[in-house]
């Protein structure tokens, strides 16, 4: 599979932007990882991140989100190893987190909403100057994005096996390399 088809999936089935650009956030921190880890696969780690949530528009909710989803991806040709990752993103699936792609998916799925969410307050609304201090003010607070489940995030940063500060860190940076397409270029890139 490669991006372009899987690109093409989350534009037949996804309409919000907002979460269009999430899934493009998941896929930036994606491939940042398979970049990091020299021997992955970076077009299949991309792919992973575009796709874990192309059903959440037409499967809203954890009775039917991913798994109900995974036909359509099965019947469109996404590989078992890139269906196994979407499924096993949430925990309610019950399918475990076993290889390194399953649990940077995990780990990258919910740190790029906080993170989003700390960029569109800033005064430049923009990741290019956002500093990971900012993120962990934020953190602390925890009205602010309250839908980012804070234990979620750091429970896959330790599955991930990482460092939850260097993770975010390193979130920021590849959501930058797409700032533009995310609206989150700002006025601190200008």
């Known amino acids: 599979m490669t991006r372009d088809e899987a690109l093409a999936i989350v534009r037949e089935y996804i309409k919000n932007e907002n979460l269009v650009c999430h899934m493009l956030a998941v896929e930036a921190a994606m491939q940042f990882y398979a970049e990091k880890f020299a021997e992955e696969d970076v077009e299949k780690w991309r792919v992973t991140g575009l796709l874990h949530d192309f059903d959440w528009e037409i499967h809203p909710s954890l009775e039917s989100h991913p798994q109900a989803g995974a036909p359509i991806l099965r019947e469109r040709g996404v590989p ?11 925990d309610h699936t019950g399918v475990p987190r076993l290889s ?3 649990k940077a998916l995990y780990a990258c799925d919910e740190i790029t909403g906080l993170i ?4 569109l307050v800033r005064p430049s609304r923009s990741l290019m100057d956002l500093e990971v201090s900012s993120v962990k003010k ?10 980012a489940n804070r234990e979620e995030i750091e429970k896959a940063a330790r599955e ?13 940076l ?6 533009p397409e995310l609206g989150l270029q700002g006025n601190a890139g200008l």
Do not use: Y
Not at 80 to 90: G, K, P, Q
Not at 116 to 119: L, M
Not at 174 to 179: E, N, S, T, V
């Open 174 to 179: 590849a959501m930058r390399r797409i700032a």
């Open 160 to 172: 991930f096996g990482i460092d939850l500060w260097e993770h975010v860190a390193n979130v920021i």
């Open 100 to 102: 390194r792609m399953e």
């Open 116 to 119: 989003t969410a700390v960029a």
């Open 138 to 147: 934020k953190w602390k607070d925890r009205a602010f994005a309250a839908g």
């Open 80 to 90: 078992d190893e890139i269906l196994r990752a979407v499924l096993s993103h949430a």
